[in-house]
């Protein structure tokens, strides 16, 4: 529009096209014109009434709604307002333009089109050829009444919910249909040919639900170019119709649950295929050779396929990128196998069973194109072959037995070019220094480093090198990694303060310098801006008392300060954090009651809290847990998440379950625990605690804890281990522990506990530790039987006596498991009228529990033998 000159006829400007005869503006181009702004109801644009072509696409109208005023324009067959960045409400007005043959919508996600209007659209636009809605929110199950004149649909990203109209498939000038990532749109194939299969190019229904096969129909789309059925829930094989589809050039059928073999028409009956991507995937088998010269993507990683790669891969000489990670690939792959590919970006080799070779120690070249190298487990020593691979930027040579240290040509090659390096999981002995400018990520995790800690460069964003043997102090001029996100130092011999300056770098997301020799005092400089989301300083020697600022730290999920020397009262509020989901202060000098505030949403995420091992008295904080609203409530669509991390980093924490202490490298929402053991609680237990439905591991062992145990407690319907052992609890074992279906481990030892054990469930697998210290009480597995109570007036003298009984004990027990519970166990009892030795009491309750048992076994072998003899 700089152009346009007010002194010449508006018909010469760019992007204007007048009727010859009329002079009126027929067209109107004014795309990628850096327009900004708003258009309002009174434009001038509007007054011409006679445009029949208007193109506003890629502008930046933003904060623009589209003016009912566009349907003026009754003679338009062309409207373009692609990724012109409008918003809001796409007026209905838009369906008045009923000789439109080309319509285009889409955008960055702010228009809506309500359902109403998005069928009255279809409806009135009789005309159309292209329809393109992409990215509009519109919510809405899919129309039946398309023009029968389309050629291009495109729906994707749109909120589009229901099932496919088959219709879709059978109109007869289709060229290109999209409709991917509409994740509640479910569809059929249709079982026969398409009418739109002769004129079909591009079909993308990428996360699309299907669940189905794919159907041999699929061969009929003779003329596709692009077929794209990721994510699709798709399963079963391949159909051999496929290589029908002789004008495919791009396939992929990533992400879903196909198995079989991979056809081998694939590689020879599709001459024009140049991406293939079957990655993520049951595939199995060997790979056929390769025969098609047009290949450029080759993407299998994922799945289970075996033998020897293919040495026809030399021959594929536009290939520009082959991925065959995570499969069971075996045997030697000679590095001279990729020599002649000189368009190779990327190559990924990584965790099969294959060892990298130069068989004949070559100066092999790799190609100049190559950016990406992933080697991961593939039996790589050294690191020669690389020295002509100068424009990498991403190496991945981790799980391999590279010794020593990084060469300096290596740092030299890649000094203008890497951005991610992975040299985890290695032997390497020394980092003299990390002299990368570009370096995004480095990863050094797990190898035998040694001296002081290397500073990568400032650019740097992920620095990993736990589990490594570094020592000395860790710098301050770590501060000047301003762009740090996360910063990785676990398990070193690391010593001395922790620079404070840390709490200041904004862009900081994680911070893991577990079981080090750390001391000194917490930083106390976290900042309001802090990106803080999980802080991890366990096992080391801090002292003083937990920082208040960390209150700044709003994204905070992960706080683990366990094994250090901290000395301060219950840290109430850090409660004020609104996504704290784990919570550790095990094994501190922490002390006094744990007094809640008058905050009306106090840890509201909390999902793992652990205070063991610390010095916290009073009574169990009744406050803190009707505030757990977290462990309050069930989420069946949680079981299977996880947070903290991503693909770089796993939050851990030790977590006692099941009476053993693990490190959980993945946080699951299965780990709900509340760990108070080892402290100097007393009182009794609030019932409250049985509101805590969501709890896995509950442990409040070693107080001072007494009273009855709250039958409440029998509400945890999803407890693996309650530990409630070490305190001065009375009375019985509430009955509704029985229905604790889930309860693997049980320790009520060492309390005052007294009465009948709950029979039935669980109960059956507990042994006598469970209960050890309970003198009151009675029935399986403690010797005490439960029910019934026989007098003990005597004693058998001497071993004969002894061995007398048991004979006849055993013979009982026989004709017990032969004749049935009831008449074995009254044979016993008329036996312990005549003998009465003093331990018999002891074994009676065991001797029910085991000709139970067998008569189950023996039960469930006559099950197994008549289903045998059925089948």
Known sequence: MSSWNMSR??????????????????????????????????????????????????????????????????????????????????????????????????????????????????????????????????????PLNFSSHLTTLNLGFSGLYGIIPESIFHLPNLETLDLSYNYKLNGYFPKTKWNSSASLILLDLSGVNFSDNLPKSIGYLTSVHSLSLPNCNLRGPIPESLSNLTCIEHLYLQDNSLNGTIPSGMFSRLPSLSRLHLSNNHFSGELEDFKSNSLEEIILGGNQLQGQIPKSVQNLENLKGLDLSFNNFSGNVDISLFSNLKQLLGLSLSYNKISLINENKINFTWPESLTMLELAACEVKELKFLKSAKKLWLLDLSNNKIQGRIPDWAWSNWMSSLRDLNISHNMLTSVDSIPLQLLDTIDLRSNLLQGSLPIPSNSTKYFFISHNNLTGEIPSSICNLTSLRMLDLAKNNLKGAIPQCLGSITALQVLDMRHNNLSGNIPTTFINESSLSSLNLHGNKLEGKIPQSLTNCKQLEVLDLGDNHLNDTFPVWLGTLPKLKVLSLRLNKLHGPIRTSRI????????????????????????????????????????????????????????????????????????????????????????????????????????????????????????????????????????????????????????????????????????????????????????????????????????????????????????????????????????????????????????????????????????????????
């Open 600 to 871: 009306e949403n106090m840890f509201p995420k909390l999902r793992i809290m652990d205070l063991s091992y610390n010095a916290f008295s009073g009574n169990l904080p009744s406050s803190l847990f009707q505030h757990l609203k977290a462990m309050r409530t069930t989420d069946p669509s949680m079981e299977a998440s996880r947070y903290g991390g991503n693909s770089y980093y796993q939050d851990s924490i030790a977590v006692v379950s099941k009476g053993y202490e693990r490190e959980v490298v993945k946080i699951l929402f299965l780990y709900t625990t509340i760990d108070l053991s080892k402290n100097k609680f007393e009182g009794h237990i609030p019932t409250i605690m049985g509101d805590l439905i969501a709890l896995r591991v509950l442990n409040i062992s070693h107080n001072g804890l007494e009273g009855p145990i709250p039958s409440s407690l029998g509400s945890l319907s999803l407890v693996e281990s309650l530990d409630l052992s070490s305190n001065h609890l009375v009375g019985e074992i509430p009955a509704q522990f029985a229905s604790l279906t889930y309860l693997a481990v049980l320790n009520l030892s060492y309390n005052h506990l007294e009465g009948c054990i709950p029979q039935g469930n669980q109960f059956q697998t507990f042994e006598n530790n469970s209960y050890e210290g309970n003198e009151g009480l009675r029935g399986f597995p403690v010797s005490k039987s439960c029910g019934t109570t026989y007098a003990v007036s005597g004693q058998l003298d001497g071993e004969e006596s002894n061995s007398e009984f048991l004979s006849d004990f055993r013979k009982a027990a026989l004709m017990g498991y032969g004749s049935g519970l009831c008449i074995g166990i009254s044979i016993v009892y008329f036996m312990m009228s005549t003998w009465k030795p003093i331990w018999f009491a002891r074994i009676i309750v065991k001797l029910e529990h085991k000709i139970m048992m067998g008569r189950r076994k023996k039960q469930r072998r006559q099950r197994n033998c008549r289903r045998r003899n059925n089948h």
């Open 9 to 142: 006829d508006c018909c010469l400007w760019d992007g204007v096209i007048c009727d010859e005869m009329t002079g009126h503006v027929i067209e109107l181009d004014l795309g990628c014109s850096r327009l900004v702004g708003k258009i309002d109801a009174n434009s001038s644009l509007f007054q011409l009434s006679h445009l029949q072509r208007l193109n506003l696409s890629w502008n930046e109208f933003h904060g623009s709604h589209i003016s009912p005023e566009f349907g003026r324009f009754l003679s338009l067959t062309h409207l373009d307002l692609y990724n012109s960045n409008f918003s809001g409400q796409i007026p209905s007005e838009i369906s008045h333009l009923s000789n439109l043959h080309s319509l285009r919508l889409s955008g960055t996600g702010r228009l809506r089109l309500v359902a109403h209007d998005f069928k009255l659209l279809l409806q009135n636009l009789t005309q159309l050829r292209e329809l393109d809605l992409t990215f509009i929110n519109i919510s809405s199950t899919i």
